[in-house]
Structure formats: C-alpha cells, structure tokens
T-cell receptor
Framework: EAQVTQNPRYLITVTGKKLTVTCSQN?????MSWYRQDPGLGLRQIYY???????DKGDVPEGYKVSRKEKRNFPLILESPSPNQTSLYFC???????????FGPGTRLTVT | RKEVEQDPGPFNVPEGATVAFNCTYS??????FFWYRQDCRKEPKLLMS???SGNEDGRFTAQLNRASQYISLLIRDSKLSDSATYLC???????????FGRGTSLIVHP
C-alpha cells in the first residue's frame, strides 16, 4: 500500500527542546516537502527536496532544518522550538513528472 | 509573489443544492491547476485536476478560465459527505512547487 507516514502524530513540548518529526514514503518519489497549516493562513511550504541531498527553502523556513540522506526519508528538525511553531505539519511527496501531491497524516505540534 | 485567492466561506448549503467555488491566481505563467479536498484535521487529498477544456467527475465539474485567471469547482446534488475544505492549487509552468489557496469551507446540512 502506497503510504506517507509521519511520526509522531501528536507532540507537546517546551520551548527550546530540540525535536525531529520524521517523514517516510514507500512510493520511491523524488520530491518531498514539508508544510505547516495554521488557521486563516492555509498551507505554507517550509522546505522541499527535489532528490537525495538536494533541499531548498520554501516560504517559511526560519526555525526549521531538513535533511535528505535517503530517498524515502525527509525529517523536519526544530533545533530550538518556540511557541509560534505550534502548528499542524504535513509532509508531502510527489513523483517526478507528476503534479499530484500525496500527504502524510499530519503532526500536531504544540510548543509551550 | 504568487497568489492564489479563495473565498474562505463557509458556504452553508442544504443537501441536494448546487454550489460553486472560484479561485483566482495571479501568475499568468501558471500551467497546472488542481482541486484538493481536506477533511477536518486530516491531510489534503487530490479531488481532481483542472484541464483547459474543463472536466467532469460525477457530480463535480472543474473549469479553467485563463483569460480571467480563475478556476472553478461546481458540485451538484450536494451530499452531507461533501462537507470539507476545498483547496485550490496552482503550479507555475515547469515547476513542481505548488501554490495553495487558503481553502473554501463547505458545510452541507440536512
């Protein structure tokens, strides 16, 4: 079954405590990206990756890092989370030559 | 800056009604257009692509108007299960990086 998985699904943490949200896909897609979704603001792209070792900033990259060491994984790293990073985060994948995006189930992050 | 604008709604309609959403885009180089559906607190999922000639999938019809730079989604015979947020998505020509609208909320009531 084609899948995009994210872990954890829910996380409550405190300001400044480093965290990583994992994203994994089994569809061999080249393109992966991270979004955050906030009420009234819609989906905003944080980072994207066109392939292994190729990453680039999206619209709201401040406070986030990513890495793409393997094709299937694209973790999102918050080195020092702050309350304004409280949000719903989605990972998405896309095959080269196709425009359809497949989203993971989302990670709801609360930073206190 | 690329902009994709949608009326956030909510559109509150009775079962069986016909409802239409529009989405405008600012980048004339946009080439690919889509509607995604997002249920509350769930991930977005592709509803349908929007082709230049328009396309229909059951009760759903999508249209593109390049001259006026908007796309539309028409839902006929609304069902309770159509209640969701509908996201307009636009890709610039040759780019895999999409621009999402903020979504239009639809509530279908009995």
């Amino acid at each position: 079954e084609a899948q995009v998985t994210q872990n954890p699904r829910y996380l409550i943490t405190v300001t400044g405590k480093k965290l990583t949200v994992t994203c994994s896909q089994n569809m061999n897609h080249e393109y992966m990206s991270w979004y955050r979704q906030d009420p009234g603001l819609g989906l905003r792209q944080i980072y994207y990756s066109m392939n292994v070792e190729v990453t680039d900033k999206g619209d709201v990259p401040e406070g986030y890092k990513v890495s793409r060491k393997e094709k299937r994984n694209f973790p999102l790293i918050l080195e020092s989370p702050s309350p304004n990073q409280t949000s719903l985060y989605f990972c998405a994948t896309q095959a080269s030559g196709d425009y359809e995006q497949y989203f993971g189930p989302g990670t709801r992050l609360t930073v206190t | 800056r690329k902009e994709v604008e949608q009326d956030p709604g909510p559109f509150n309609v009775p079962e069986g009604a016909t409802v239409a959403f529009n989405c405008t885009y600012s980048n004339s180089a946009s080439q690919s257009f889509f509607w995604y559906r997002q249920d509350c607190r769930k991930e977005p999922k592709l509803l349908m692509s929007v082709y230049s000639s328009g396309n229909e999938d059951g009760r759903f019809t999508a249209q593109l108007n390049r001259a006026s730079q908007y796309i539309s989604l028409l839902i006929r015979d609304s069902k309770l299960s159509d209640s969701a947020t509908y996201l307009c998505v636009v890709n610039e020509g040759g780019s895999y990086i999409p621009t999402f609208g903020r979504g239009t909320s639809l509530i279908v009531h009995p």
